[in-house]
């Protein structure tokens, strides 16, 4: 059984790698289906082009001629299907203003639908096109014939077809381009590149700017990949010098199967080149993808050139400029999607800037123009609708749209598109709404409509603090604001980073990602330095991480790493810039400390000079968790009230999935029910399978002060089992954690239902049991639990602690402490009749306790009904949290935070409209009641209050929005 499922499964990963079906023409046994005629012209198989295997259809017509396709395999199949319909590759020789037609007609011979395409360019050029959604053909119909006209008006041609498929799948990613068009109306998922293209530039408001001021951004440009030609003296200029000659070796190693030849007619003899979209297997024969020449060869040659100033290196890549445009990397090719090739090509982009000043006119500008379509740079022209833009456009077309702009050889062109550069960063670098974009009001980083922090949002981060220093002290230069944006995002990342390392519930589908901050120091020099002074925070926050042993190791690493995939990185100038800002005199910055809450993340940070915690929920406007087929497929519980902790003195931490034996039902912190791993990976639950929302709206917390802060979620699963609920809080205090749950419920009988205290792979760890509740340890916690049954799975060192709350469980509770240091006499009093703690509220209306020692109340508030009349806060018209914290004469600081979005959300991020993604959050009047009367102040904005005596109420109103944290100072009135 075994051996013959490995069978199927070797059997359906070659379908899927080839994907040539039977169906599709390949001509590679030199025939012409007997059922193709042409009326006026000829057809054959030839060798003289092809793009895959070493034949084609060569299609010699005359004007007005008909190739009619009777019953070509396949399209009976892919007439059925809501998404069949025609892939191809299409070499034209003779550019035309005229198109060639597709008719694809019923047996009857009546017309049921058509796809009109442009010949007006030389080489291959990609059809991916739906029957139905693209050209509207009726479900009902049926293909029987398809027929191609060719030009009415042009006396003839030769054109050449090749892997023509009739199929019941084009992909959901095709794109229109300069030849056909598709029915895309959504481009939240695929850009409008064609849209972009024909966009006209905007001539008014134009910044002018002198010779010298755009050649200093060259000329910044040019250090930044080449240096200052000084000689290399501190440790990472000569492992980054060392290791990019390893890189321009490697890469002319791998150019000299590279032939430069050319055919009779001028067009390169080179191999087929095949977008990242096509199979890696085509008629049996790896394909060559134009990403492999981007990342590996085309970089290194430039470099050589530049660096080396060796004359073959710029001759090949001359070549492969000709030999990409004829496989059909030009202005205008879409090749069937260029969703991904689009963020994998910046080998191609640096290389054209390095080179331009030794390209010869002609291909200068055809390759100008290839950039210009494949940057996108026409969004640059059009006025956006919204703030922000998604980090996959920023991380990997920021830099190259302004290669583009500094490449335009007329003056005043070059101004307009400069000026439009200028104006499109200022506003992607803004602050977007609901779940577009990438820069978040907290300075949470988006992509995929969600925080993600492992990747994207740090590349995006350093791609426009790169922007930022490239044109500062230019009429080009970045906003105020824009500037203001990097620094906090960029100081932001720096607090919630442990060490070098990013919380789990924010790492996507990249679990062992977590580290990164290392490479977004390089950021912080771009940005301390584009201001006439350096930065002092930023130079300070950038001197204190270098400084740790952590970062010396990481940093070299990252210096070594030497490519062009995704971007091309830490240069020879970006080198430079960290150690001039490395020599500034600035002192570093004192040990961070606080407390934060990120409501576009769902998280709360809370840390120490030794301890690091990060606490993570989901909601109706936070998805769960992301993965794919191969990335992350265990990790549904991330956001289900992770209690994530990092030892920063010990070097541990509570979240390791890179131990093979890691248990993912058993995620410190967090609700759950043990699943086997066939079942917890599973993704049927929804049409997505992954990045589900909830369909509860509290998901809140408040940062207090530096030592006191609080986090609380109503947990709903309406995904895999909708009856699956909890509330869980937690309260910050300086010594301990206090954790509480209520109301967890779920009518699933087959699997248990538990909260995780923790799971360690070190042996150094505790258990005992004593009258009130339990105490364990961890290598670096100890933990109090307050009744309820506790279980410990040993297995080695592997160990699982966990609160077990039954297979059923209606109304569960928990309540337990994480204390900061193993104080057992802490713990105990903790659990008995003298704790300093006050349980008010533990239900399904409000979660509300008080530090009586320290005259600290806090409060999660999830029903707005319920009165309180006991308590300062009596009542709110809103479900909110609070900390209320004793001041002198009976005044106390109120900090809250009411965290509903008020937008649109869905079941999962697949189900959102381009409509959803862009809803503004709106501001809500929230009134608190409180007992007493009070003068009320708000640091943060103008507040309503008014005071009834004869009930002795104070009323406070404030317009709350994104779930902001604000603070209320409440002054106790003489009457």
């Given at each position: 059984?075994?051996?013959?499922?490995?069978?199927?499964?070797?059997?359906?990963?070659?379908?899927?790698?080839?994907?040539?079906?039977?169906?599709?023409?390949?001509?590679?046994?030199?025939?012409?289906?007997?059922?193709?005629?042409?009326?006026?012209?000829?057809?054959?198989?030839?060798?003289?082009?092809?793009?895959?295997?070493?034949?084609?259809?060569?299609?010699?017509?005359?004007?007005?001629?008909?190739?009619?396709?009777?019953?070509?395999?396949?399209?009976?199949?892919?007439?059925?299907?809501?998404?069949?319909?025609?892939?191809?590759?299409?070499?034209?020789?003779?550019?035309?203003?005229?198109?060639?037609?597709?008719?694809?007609?019923?047996?009857?011979?009546?017309?049921?639908?058509?796809?009109?395409?442009?010949?007006?360019?030389?080489?291959?050029?990609?059809?991916?096109?739906?029957?139905?959604?693209?050209?509207?053909?009726?479900?009902?119909?049926?293909?029987?014939?398809?027929?191609?006209?060719?030009?009415?008006?042009?006396?003839?041609?030769?054109?050449?077809?090749?892997?023509?498929?009739?199929?019941?799948?084009?992909?959901?990613?095709?794109?229109?381009?300069?030849?056909?068009?598709?029915?895309?109306?959504?481009?939240?998922?695929?850009?409008?590149?064609?849209?972009?293209?024909?966009?006209?530039?905007?001539?008014?408001?134009?910044?002018?700017?002198?010779?010298?001021?755009?050649?200093?951004?060259?000329?910044?440009?040019?250090?930044?990949?080449?240096?200052?030609?000084?000689?290399?003296?501190?440790?990472?200029?000569?492992?980054?010098?060392?290791?990019?000659?390893?890189?321009?070796?490697?890469?002319?190693?791998?150019?000299?199967?590279?032939?430069?030849?050319?055919?009779?007619?001028?067009?390169?003899?080179?191999?087929?080149?095949?977008?990242?979209?096509?199979?890696?297997?085509?008629?049996?024969?790896?394909?060559?993808?134009?990403?492999?020449?981007?990342?590996?060869?085309?970089?290194?040659?430039?470099?050589?050139?530049?660096?080396?100033?060796?004359?073959?290196?710029?001759?090949?890549?001359?070549?492969?400029?000709?030999?990409?445009?004829?496989?059909?990397?030009?202005?205008?090719?879409?090749?069937?999607?260029?969703?991904?090739?689009?963020?994998?090509?910046?080998?191609?982009?640096?290389?054209?800037?390095?080179?331009?000043?030794?390209?010869?006119?002609?291909?200068?500008?055809?390759?100008?123009?290839?950039?210009?379509?494949?940057?996108?740079?026409?969004?640059?022209?059009?006025?956006?609708?919204?703030?922000?833009?998604?980090?996959?456009?920023?991380?990997?077309?920021?830099?190259?749209?302004?290669?583009?702009?500094?490449?335009?050889?007329?003056?005043?062109?070059?101004?307009?598109?400069?000026?439009?550069?200028?104006?499109?960063?200022?506003?992607?670098?803004?602050?977007?709404?609901?779940?577009?974009?990438?820069?978040?009001?907290?300075?949470?980083?988006?992509?995929?409509?969600?925080?993600?922090?492992?990747?994207?949002?740090?590349?995006?981060?350093?791609?426009?603090?790169?922007?930022?220093?490239?044109?500062?002290?230019?009429?080009?230069?970045?906003?105020?604001?824009?500037?203001?944006?990097?620094?906090?995002?960029?100081?932001?990342?720096?607090?919630?980073?442990?060490?070098?390392?990013?919380?789990?519930?924010?790492?996507?589908?990249?679990?062992?990602?977590?580290?990164?901050?290392?490479?977004?120091?390089?950021?912080?020099?771009?940005?301390?330095?584009?201001?006439?002074?350096?930065?002092?925070?930023?130079?300070?926050?950038?001197?204190?991480?270098?400084?740790?042993?952590?970062?010396?190791?990481?940093?070299?690493?990252?210096?070594?790493?030497?490519?062009?995939?995704?971007?091309?990185?830490?240069?020879?100038?970006?080198?430079?810039?960290?150690?001039?800002?490395?020599?500034?005199?600035?002192?570093?910055?004192?040990?961070?400390?606080?407390?934060?809450?990120?409501?576009?993340?769902?998280?709360?940070?809370?840390?120490?000079?030794?301890?690091?915690?990060?606490?993570?929920?989901?909601?109706?406007?936070?998805?769960?968790?992301?993965?794919?087929?191969?990335?992350?497929?265990?990790?549904?519980?991330?956001?289900?009230?992770?209690?994530?902790?990092?030892?920063?003195?010990?070097?541990?931490?509570?979240?390791?999935?890179?131990?093979?034996?890691?248990?993912?039902?058993?995620?410190?912190?967090?609700?759950?029910?043990?699943?086997?791993?066939?079942?917890?990976?599973d993704k049927g639950g929804s049409s997505s399978g992954h990045r589900n929302f909830s369909d509860e709206t509290f998901l809140t917390g408040v940062h207090a002060s530096e030592k006191n802060a609080m986090f609380s979620f109503?947990?709903?699963?309406?995904?895999?089992?909708?009856?699956?609920?909890?509330?869980?809080?937690?309260?910050?205090?300086?010594?301990?954690?206090?954790?509480?749950?209520?109301?967890?419920?779920?009518?699933?009988?087959?699997?248990?239902?538990?909260?995780?205290?923790?799971?360690?792979?070190?042996?150094?760890?505790?258990?005992?049991?004593?009258?009130?509740?339990?105490?364990?340890?961890?290598?670096?916690?100890?933990?109090?639990?307050?009744?309820?049954?506790?279980?410990?799975?040993?297995?080695g060192s592997h160990t699982r602690a966990y609160i077990e709350h039954g297979n059923t469980p209606e109304s569960a509770q928990y309540q337990y402490y994480i204390l900061k240091s193993k104080n057992k006499a802490l713990a105990?009093?903790?659990?008995?009749?003298?704790?300093?703690?006050?349980?008010?509220?533990?239900?399904?209306?409000?979660?509300?306790?008080?530090?009586?020692?320290?005259?600290?109340?806090?409060?999660?508030?999830?029903?707005?009904?319920?009165?309180?009349?006991?308590?300062?806060?009596?009542?709110?018209?809103?479900?909110?949290?609070?900390?209320?914290?004793?001041?002198?004469?009976?005044?106390?600081?109120?900090?809250?935070?009411?965290?509903?979005?008020?937008?649109?959300?869905?079941?999962?991020?697949?189900?959102?409209?381009?409509?959803?993604?862009?809803?503004?959050?709106?501001?809500?009047?929230?009134?608190?009641?409180?007992?007493?009367?009070?003068?009320?102040?708000?640091?943060?904005?103008?507040?309503?209050?008014?005071?009834?005596?004869?009930?002795?109420?104070?009323?406070?109103?404030?317009?709350?929005?994104?779930?902001?944290?604000?603070?209320?100072?409440?002054?106790?009135?003489?009457?």
């Amino acid at each position: 059984m075994i051996k013959n499922t490995r069978i199927l499964a070797l059997l359906l990963t070659f379908l899927t790698t080839t994907s040539v079906f039977p169906q599709t023409y390949s001509f590679e046994n030199s025939k012409v289906p007997d059922n193709w005629k042409i009326d006026k012209g000829a057809i054959n198989a030839t060798g003289d082009k092809y793009k895959a295997g070493k034949q084609s259809l060569q299609i010699k017509w005359e004007q007005g001629a008909v190739l009619t396709l009777t019953t070509p395999n396949g399209l009976s199949e892919a007439c059925k299907s809501r998404n069949g319909g025609i892939s191809t590759w299409i070499y034209n020789e003779s550019p035309t203003e005229e198109p060639m037609i597709f008719f694809f007609k019923d047996s009857k011979g009546k017309e049921v639908c058509q796809l009109p395409f442009l010949l007006n360019f030389k080489g291959w050029r990609c059809i991916w096109a739906k029957f139905q959604n693209d050209m509207n053909m009726s479900a009902k119909s049926t293909i029987s014939t398809v027929e191609l006209h060719f030009p009415q008006h042009t006396s003839k041609g030769v054109t050449y077809i090749d892997l023509l498929e009739f199929t019941p799948r084009v992909s959901w990613q095709n794109m229109s381009d300069a030849q056909y068009k598709v029915n895309r109306t959504d481009h939240s998922l695929i850009p409008d590149f064609i849209g972009y293209r024909n966009t006209k530039p905007q001539t008014d408001k134009v910044i002018s700017a002198t010779d010298i001021q755009i050649k200093n951004i060259t000329d910044r440009l040019t250090a930044w990949y080449l240096g200052s030609n000084q000689q290399a003296t501190g440790k990472w200029e000569i492992i980054r010098k060392d290791n990019e000659n390893i890189f321009i070796h490697n890469g002319l190693t791998a150019a000299e199967k590279i032939k430069i030849q050319y055919n009779k007619d001028n067009t390169p003899k080179g191999e087929p080149l095949f977008p990242m979209s096509a199979p890696d297997i085509i008629e049996g024969q790896p394909t060559t993808k134009f990403k492999t020449v981007n990342e590996k060869i085309l970089l290194p040659l430039s470099l050589d050139y530049r660096k080396n100033n060796n004359e073959q290196s710029l001759k090949k890549v001359l070549y492969i400029y000709d030999w990409f445009n004829d496989q059909g990397w030009a202005d205008g090719s879409g090749m069937g999607t260029l969703c991904f090739e689009k963020l994998r090509s910046s080998g191609y982009f640096h290389s054209f800037f390095l080179l331009k000043e030794q390209l010869p006119h002609d291909i200068f500008e055809r390759e100008l123009q290839a950039l210009y379509w494949f940057t996108m740079f026409g969004i640059c022209y059009q006025t956006p609708e919204h703030a922000g833009e998604v980090a996959d456009n920023l991380r990997a077309l920021a830099i190259p749209k302004l290669i583009y702009a500094l490449s335009v050889k007329d003056k005043q062109e070059q101004q307009v598109a400069l000026t439009a550069f200028k104006n499109y960063m200022d506003n992607a670098l803004s602050i977007a709404p609901g779940f577009f974009g990438t820069f978040k009001a907290d300075f949470s980083g988006y992509h995929h409509r969600g925080p993600y922090h492992s990747a994207y949002y740090p590349h995006a981060l350093y791609a426009g603090s790169l922007i930022a220093y490239l044109l500062h002290d230019t009429p080009y230069a970045l906003s105020e604001t824009s500037i203001y944006n990097l620094k906090r995002g960029l100081l932001t990342f720096r607090f919630f980073c442990a060490g070098l390392n990013i919380p789990a519930g924010t790492v996507g589908r990249f679990p062992n990602g977590q580290q990164i901050l290392e490479t977004l120091l390089p950021a912080f020099a771009y940005v301390a330095l584009s201001k006439k002074e350096p930065d002092k925070e930023l130079t300070a926050a950038f001197k204190r991480i270098i400084e740790t042993e952590e970062y010396q190791q990481a940093i070299t690493k990252y210096i070594r790493n030497v490519n062009s995939n995704l971007a091309y990185t830490s240069t020879i100038g970006e080198i430079e810039l960290l150690t001039k800002l490395a020599s500034i005199s600035t002192p570093k910055e004192k040990a961070v400390a606080g407390s934060l809450f990120m409501p576009y993340s769902g998280l709360l940070v809370a840390k120490d000079s030794l301890l690091h915690f990060n606490i993570k929920g989901f909601s109706r406007y936070i998805w769960d968790f992301e993965s794919s087929a191969t990335e992350n497929t265990k990790g549904r519980y991330l956001s289900y009230g992770q209690i994530e902790y990092f030892d920063l003195k010990n070097k541990h931490k509570s979240f390791n999935p890179q131990e093979i034996n890691f248990d993912w039902n058993y995620i410190p912190g967090a609700t759950t029910k043990v699943l086997p791993d066939k079942i917890l990976q599973d993704k049927g639950g929804s049409s997505s399978g992954h990045r589900n929302f909830s369909d509860e709206t509290f998901l809140t917390g408040v940062h207090a002060s530096e030592k006191n802060a609080m986090f609380s979620f109503r947990m709903h699963d309406i995904t895999y089992d909708q009856s699956f609920r909890a509330n869980k809080s937690v309260f910050v205090f300086e010594d301990f954690l206090l954790c509480l749950g209520s109301d967890i419920q779920t009518k699933d009988k087959r699997y248990q239902t538990v909260t995780t205290l923790f799971q360690s792979f070190n042996s150094n760890t505790s258990e005992e049991k004593i009258p009130e509740g339990y105490i364990l340890t961890d290598p670096s916690l100890m933990y109090a639990v307050k009744g309820g049954t506790v279980q410990t799975l040993c297995e080695g060192s592997h160990t699982r602690a966990y609160i077990e709350h039954g297979n059923t469980p209606e109304s569960a509770q928990y309540q337990y402490y994480i204390l900061k240091s193993k104080n057992k006499a802490l713990a105990r009093q903790l659990l008995s009749n003298y704790s300093p703690i006050e349980i008010i509220a533990q239900d399904n209306d409000a979660h509300i306790v008080t530090h009586k020692t320290q005259g600290i109340t806090c409060g999660a508030l999830f029903n707005a009904r319920k009165k309180y009349e006991n308590q300062l806060v009596s009542q709110v018209n809103i479900p909110l949290a609070y900390i209320q914290e004793k001041q002198i004469n009976n005044s106390f600081k109120l900090s809250i935070c009411e965290p509903d979005m008020r937008r649109a959300s869905r079941p999962h991020m697949g189900l959102l409209t381009e409509e959803d993604v862009i809803q503004q959050e709106k501001p809500y009047d929230t009134q608190l009641t409180v007992n007493g009367l009070y003068n009320v102040e708000c640091p943060q904005k103008t507040i309503k209050v008014s005071l009834d005596k004869e009930k002795n109420k104070t009323y406070i109103t404030i317009s709350t929005i994104r779930g902001e944290n604000y603070t209320l100072l409440l002054h106790q009135t003489d009457n």
